[in-house]
């Protein structure tokens, strides 16, 4: 078996070469390889070890591998985490905007960012926006907000905003109105009560 490898990073940065396939064990253990380690070529070594009552090869790395093999490991099952985050919150927001369908039937929903370039910039709305943006930042925030101003002064953009960078981080959030809301828990609308109140207590955020 001709031995591979790939370039790894250390903590510090530094990239070593460790063999492309794990090799922890193996019943018939590939060539000796020799990879470059702090400016020396380290050469592998096999042992024979005991696990239960078999006799298995494993390989022993040096220890700038076994660095740089651990931060892969970490960082594969940092992916995993993420990923199975992010497939949750999808399945979760799904049911909210099946329930509350005022985000996904917004013409302009997806054009309404917290982006500057998007407003007319005054030392108030600047201010606004940073406050808007601590407040999406806290990782859990336990008072909401509430904007107030004349007609066609940007609110619902700006909420519309905050709902962007909310679901980026995968955190759920219920977009409703009032009105829709209310005639929900009047019923009959064809949605049950206890879906919608559901719904308002699980959503990580309520709009």
């Not at 970490?74 to 927001?93: K, M």
């Not at 370039?117 to 606004?128: A, E, K, N, P, Y």
């Not at 940007?154 to 519309?160: A, E, F, P, S």
Request: net charge positive.
């Amino acid at each position: 078996m001709k031995s591979t490898f790939r370039s790894l990073p250390k903590r510090d940065g530094t990239l070593i070469q460790v063999p492309s396939m794990p090799w922890s064990s193996a019943s018939t253990p590939p060539e000796i390889f020799s990879a470059p380690c702090g400016g020396q070529d380290i050469t592998s070594q096999r042992v024979l070890v005991i696990q239960g009552a078999l006799l298995v090869w494993q390989w022993q790395y040096c220890a700038c591998m076994r660095e740089a093999l651990a931060l892969a490991e970490e960082e594969r099952q940092q992916v995993e985490r993420e990923t199975a985050q992010q497939e949750r919150w999808q399945g979760q927001q799904q049911i909210f905007d099946a329930l509350f369908p005022q985000w996904r039937q917004s013409a302009k929903a997806s054009r309404q960012t917290l982006r500057l370039s998007q407003f007319v910039v005054s030392d108030d709305t600047r201010g606004l926006i940073e406050r808007l943006w601590t407040w999406i930042n806290t990782t859990l925030p336990t008072e909401g907000f509430l904007l107030t101003g004349r007609v066609e002064n940007g609110k619902t953009h700006l909420v519309r905003g905050v709902v962007h960078q909310l679901r980026a981080q995968y955190r759920t959030v219920l977009y409703t109105a009032v009105p829709y809301l209310l005639e929900h828990l009047r019923g009959p609308t064809g949605v049950e009560v206890d879906a919608v109140l559901k719904a308002i207590t699980r959503a990580d955020v309520v709009v």
